[in-house]
């Protein structure tokens, strides 16, 4: 796992993209799971969230659709498990800070952890940037378009997870 790793630093880094990834659906399917465990305890830990699991689960359903969707109006199908592998493994990196970020928040509240909310707002902008990176690789388009792509992909996954928790 040790290149794995590596590599998706390099990544989150903007000097890989998904292609230098592995073709790995084992690899896929542990980072998917990374990244719901993660976004499950995260996502508990912060006020007001219901049905937790539900919205994981949606959460990662509508990142897989999305992302083949994505790929098969543009005919580039078999990048579809290093592109996953990428937002995945990705999301599993900014996810453990973000995790453990959302601690003081559960103990203290946003209020007293201020802090912690900020930092996961700059976390966040930072999973957009490199979700625009995936894309640029994965679609081949420019970084802009790309980012651009990240925002509204971000956009209509918590709209969709908002109505699945409803």
Not at 49 to 64: I, K, R
Not at 84 to 104: E, K, R, Y
Not at 133 to 162: C, D, K, N, P, W
Request: proline letters at 4%.
């Amino acid at each position: 796992m040790g290149p794995l790793l590596q590599k998706l630093i390099g990544i989150c880094l903007f000097r890989d993209g998904p292609q230098d990834l592995p073709y790995s659906a084992t690899h896929l399917l542990a980072l998917i799971a990374g990244s719901m465990a993660l976004t499950y305890i995260a996502a508990g830990n912060l006020p007001d969230t219901d049905a937790v699991g539900l919205q994981v689960a949606v959460a990662t359903g509508f990142s897989l659709a999305f992302l083949y969707a994505l790929l098969l109006l543009r005919g580039l199908t078999p990048r579809f498990i290093q592109s996953a592998t990428a937002m995945f493994g990705t999301d599993v990196l900014i996810g453990i800070p973000v995790t453990l970020m959302t601690f003081p928040i559960a103990t203290y509240g946003v209020e007293q952890a201020g802090g912690a909310a900020a930092g996961i707002l700059l976390l966040w902008f930072w999973q957009v940037a490199i979700l625009g990176h995936i894309f640029r690789h994965t679609l081949e388009m420019r970084l802009a378009l790309g980012i651009l792509l990240a925002l509204a992909y971000s956009f209509l996954s918590f709209q969709v997870v908002q109505l699945a928790a409803d």
